[in-house]
């Protein structure tokens, strides 16, 4: 049996290129949005529209319409679960992946224990649930429900608590592509109809996780999950497990069948919305981002649009109804910048960003330095 040392290296491209591909990103995918969604364990969705820019950088023929469906239909669901982020998953996922990140949920509380003196905990899940579930409530309602039973207590501090003890989820029409609407809560149970299931396996995630974002270390899905502990899980697989380092001799786990393109194969530019999973889900990401331009996808609290230029993060993008704005960190040939126009002009067609004349245009700013 070889010696861990003696793993393949898989060096800054090749993992580049075997992750676009495990993200739909090396090619659209023929794939349902539903499957999608599935295939990657959820997709970030802090903001309303982030997801639907996520499906149109990854599938073939994607409309909003059909991730709209998806949440009207309650097949999918807007909810905290990994990294304590809001996360848009399918409805079995909801079900099942929230309980897996619990205990980290657990812990998030204890950060504001100071604010919940003489609060029992499991009290005010019971009354947090009963008023949820009577009607979706907005969270101000929530935390003025909760100050009735506990008047002392942090108003802050008491909205947390909630929101790390149950798996609340934001109702529709929240999350709907083209309609608003405040962010009201009820439990995923109460929503979907049916108790929540106990939690995935932790040796079935790492799987998924190892299809969607591998390969990777146990620190990468750690920093995916927003859990600690999972090294015993990945040394159960271990042996069914391919197995490479990358070029600082940190170990990298894979499936033994998943795709691992040529580190040559073209990859094609993609928009990727603020908090694509793809800039956030590996503890060491110059798999995509150069570690000269690690930050420069946040001002502040803002985080920004992203653009992958031969599948590296490359620069950054706004759109203003049906004009495009590029801002690339540094210059690059004539060729690809054709690439980069003739992607962002079908982006702006097909997620609604042309005029009352059907024209669309891109331009690029200064070089962003």
Same mark, same amino acid.
């Given at each position: 049996?070889?010696?861990?040392?003696?793993?393949?290296?898989?060096?800054?491209?090749?993992?580049?290129?075997? @992750?676009?591909?495990?993200?739909?990103?090396? &090619?659209?995918?023929?794939?349902?949005?539903?499957?999608?969604?599935?295939?990657?364990?959820?997709?970030?969705?802090?903001?309303?529209?982030?997801?639907?820019?996520?499906?149109?950088?990854?599938?073939?023929?994607?409309?909003? #319409?059909?991730?709209?469906?998806?949440?009207?239909?309650?097949?999918?669901?807007?909810?905290?679960?990994?990294? &304590?982020? !809001?996360?848009?998953?399918?409805?079995?996922? #909801?079900?099942?992946?929230?309980?897996?990140?619990?205990?980290?949920?657990?812990?998030?509380?204890?950060?504001?224990?100071?604010?919940?003196?003489?609060?029992?905990?499991?009290?005010?899940?019971?009354?947090?649930?009963?008023?949820?579930?009577?009607?979706?409530?907005?969270?101000?309602?929530?935390?003025?429900?909760?100050?009735?039973?506990?008047?002392? %207590?942090?108003?802050?501090?008491?909205?947390?608590?909630?929101?790390?003890?149950?798996?609340?989820?934001?109702?529709?029409?929240?999350?709907?592509?083209?309609?608003?609407? +405040?962010?009201?809560?009820?439990?995923?149970?109460?929503?979907?109809?049916?108790?929540?299931?106990?939690?995935?396996?932790?040796?079935?995630?790492?799987?998924?996780?190892?299809?969607?974002?591998?390969?990777? &270390?146990?620190?990468?899905?750690?920093?995916?999950?927003?859990?600690?502990?999972?090294?015993?899980?990945?040394?159960?697989?271990?042996?069914?497990?391919?197995?490479?380092?990358?070029?600082?001799?940190?170990?990298?786990?894979?499936?033994?069948? *998943?795709?691992?393109?040529?580190?040559?194969?073209? %990859?094609?530019?993609?928009?990727?919305?603020?908090?694509?999973?793809?800039?956030?889900?590996?503890?060491?990401? @110059?798999?995509?981002?150069?570690?000269? !331009?690690?930050?420069?996808?946040?001002?502040?609290? +803002?985080?920004?649009?992203?653009?992958?230029?031969?599948?590296?993060? #490359?620069?950054?993008?706004?759109?203003?109804?049906?004009?495009?704005?590029?801002?690339?960190?540094?210059?690059?040939?004539?060729?690809?910048?054709?690439? !980069?126009?003739?992607?962002?002009?079908?982006?702006? #067609?097909?997620?609604?960003?042309? &005029?009352?004349?059907?024209?669309?245009?891109?331009?690029? *700013?200064?070089?962003?330095?």
């Amino acid at each position: 049996m070889a010696s861990r040392t003696s793993h393949p290296v898989l060096d800054e491209r090749a993992l580049n290129r075997a @992750t676009l591909a495990r993200q739909l990103l090396l &090619s659209r995918a023929e794939m349902s949005a539903r499957d999608a969604v599935g295939h990657l364990l959820g997709l970030q969705a802090q903001n309303v529209k982030p997801p639907y820019f996520q499906l149109h950088a990854r599938l073939a023929g994607f409309r909003p #319409a059909e991730l709209a469906g998806l949440m009207e239909s309650r097949e999918a669901v807007r909810m905290v679960t990994m990294r &304590s982020t !809001i996360h848009t998953h399918t409805a079995d996922d #909801a079900l099942t992946l929230r309980p897996l990140v619990q205990p980290a949920r657990d812990r998030e509380v204890n950060y504001f224990r100071k604010g919940l003196t003489g609060v029992d905990l499991d009290r005010l899940a019971e009354l947090a649930r009963a008023f949820v579930d009577t009607e979706p409530r907005t969270m101000a309602e929530l935390r003025e429900e909760l100050l009735e039973e506990w008047p002392e %207590a942090d108003p802050q501090s008491l909205s947390v608590a909630a929101r790390c003890r149950l798996p609340l989820v934001q109702v529709t029409p929240r999350g709907v592509w083209g309609r608003s609407g +405040q962010v009201r809560l009820t439990t995923v149970e109460n929503w979907l109809g049916r108790p929540a299931g106990e939690a995935q396996p932790v040796d079935q995630v790492v799987l998924r996780y190892l299809a969607a974002f591998g390969p990777a &270390s146990v620190k990468d899905m750690q920093v995916w999950a927003g859990l600690t502990r999972l090294g015993e899980a990945f040394e159960r697989l271990r042996p069914g497990l391919a197995v490479f380092r990358d070029g600082n001799g940190v170990e990298l786990f894979d499936l033994p069948d *998943a795709p691992r393109p040529d580190p040559d194969t073209p %990859a094609p530019p993609r928009f990727l919305p603020e908090f694509d999973n793809l800039l956030l889900s590996h503890a060491d990401r @110059t798999r995509v981002v150069a570690p000269e !331009i690690k930050g420069r996808t946040w001002t502040g609290n +803002q985080a920004h649009c992203t653009l992958l230029v031969d599948g590296f993060l #490359a620069g950054l993008w706004k759109q203003d109804g049906n004009t495009l704005t590029v801002e690339l960190f540094e210059e690059t040939r004539a060729g690809r910048m054709e690439e !980069i126009v003739a992607e962002g002009e079908l982006m702006l #067609a097909a997620m609604g960003g042309t &005029s009352s004349t059907g024209r669309v245009s891109v331009r690029f *700013a200064s070089i962003h330095g």
